[in-house]
């Protein structure tokens, strides 16, 4: 990535600068939150209640995609990933690659992917941003653990609403043929979507409902970070 070279290294909590051989400062470390505990068998939300399988989301509506893998709890890095979208500061996706290829590496090599997907952007939207943050993380992982990255097999038609301003029902119709993948020759059987956050599951579904309608075979994802479950 070009930013390694031109700026300094920052810590993706505070902001701080920090010495090149770290990827957080040590007052920041504990800051991000594992999920942790009994997670649901679809999304690895962590659930609150002991005895369920599936969050309230999976529950309520059938996802497409196999399964997902989540590092962090969103809480925790919220502040850090509204920076790393919004505030121009693309190089946090080395600290999320790395500690996602750290902790969910095995996991993400036992799918068996022949491609990692970045939930793509609408083009005006990836224009005025500079770069699409699911990408900048895909590229860590995909050098990391050797799957090749593929961002040209799904591309977004549709200028969505954005996602966190609306109520459940509204996400996912929001988000219905937002996705498209082009029938350009490209064979894949297995895909993993990379997102920063998963929440309801309305995007990473919509974008793996379109992978499947193009021929790819079974769809699973991961995400920087995950929500909670609804169920209390
Ligand atoms: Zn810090
Ligand atoms: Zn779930």
Do not use: W
């Amino acid at each position: 990535m070009i930013q390694r070279l031109l700026f300094p290294r920052r810590c993706p909590m505070c902001d701080s600068i920090i010495e090149r051989n770290k990827l957080i400062c040590d007052k920041c470390i504990n800051i991000p939150r594992r999920v942790f505990g009994a997670r649901c068998l679809k999304c690895s939300k962590h659930l609150n209640s002991q005895n369920a399988e599936y969050c309230y989301d999976c529950e309520k509506h059938k996802k497409s995609y196999v399964r997902g893998l989540a590092l962090y709890e969103y809480d925790s890095v919220k502040d850090s990933i509204n920076n790393f979208k919004n505030n121009s500061r693309p190089e946090y996706a080395e600290f999320f690659g790395d500690r996602i290829i750290h902790y969910l590496g095995a996991d993400i090599k036992d799918f068996k992917a022949d491609a990692l997907v970045p939930i793509p952007l609408h083009p005006s939207k990836l224009k005025k941003r500079g770069y699409n943050q699911s990408e900048l993380i895909a590229k860590v992982i995909s050098e990391g653990l050797n799957i090749p990255l593929r961002n040209d097999v799904l591309t977004r038609k549709i200028k969505t609403k954005e996602q966190k301003k609306l109520d459940d029902s509204d996400r996912q119709k929001n988000l219905v043929g937002a996705f498209h993948m082009p029938r350009n020759g490209v064979k894949l059987d297995t895909v993993i979507l990379v997102d920063d956050v998963y929440t309801t599951g309305s995007t990473v579904d919509e974008a793996s409902r379109a992978l499947l309608e193009g021929g790819v075979k079974k769809v699973y994802f991961v995400t920087v970070a995950v929500g909670v479950d609804k169920r209390q």
